[in-house]
């Protein structure tokens, strides 16, 4: 069983930056597709980025590539999310999530991904 640990999170001001990390644990195995999703209050969860098994490929959601960056160390298992310039409707909670198929290419959809962290609550301050 694979468990994801997002962490990272907390409050920041407009304008500001996080990095989150997301650790996978569990077994012994050998990297997946990785992503990030997040939820705002009262609103569906949503694609945020994802990460090839090498990092040598990313994805991202058209609002966010230009401030967000997904990026990974498989010697820790961890996956990365470099956030700036981050604004008020940013405030969401951030989800990593892996994709344990052995075919698929980066997808968006989140019921194609497999294990999922709890997420961390990211709120951006006015």
């Known amino acids: 069983q694979v468990q994801l640990v997002e962490s990272g999170g907390g409050l920041v001001q407009a304008g500001g930056s996080l990095r989150l990390s997301c650790t996978a644990s569990?077994?012994?195995?050998?990297?997946?597709?990785m992503g990030w999703f997040r939820q705002a209050p009262g609103k569906e969860r949503e694609f945020v980025a994802a990460?090839?098994?090498?990092?040598?490929?990313?994805y991202y959601a058209d609002a966010l590539k230009d401030r967000f960056t997904i990026s990974r160390d498989n010697a820790k298992t961890t996956v990365y999310l470099h956030m700036n310039s981050l604004k008020p409707e940013d405030t969401a909670v951030y989800y990593c999530?892996?994709?344990?198929?052995?075919?698929?290419?980066?997808?968006?959809?989140?019921?194609?991904?497999?294990?999922w962290g709890q997420g961390t609550q990211v709120t951006v301050s006015s």
């Open positions: 569990g077994r012994a195995s050998r990297p997946y597709i």
């Open positions: 999530a892996e994709d344990s198929s052995d075919y698929r290419d980066l997808t968006v959809r989140a019921d194609e991904y497999d294990y």
């Open positions: 990460i090839s098994r090498s990092g040598t490929k990313t």
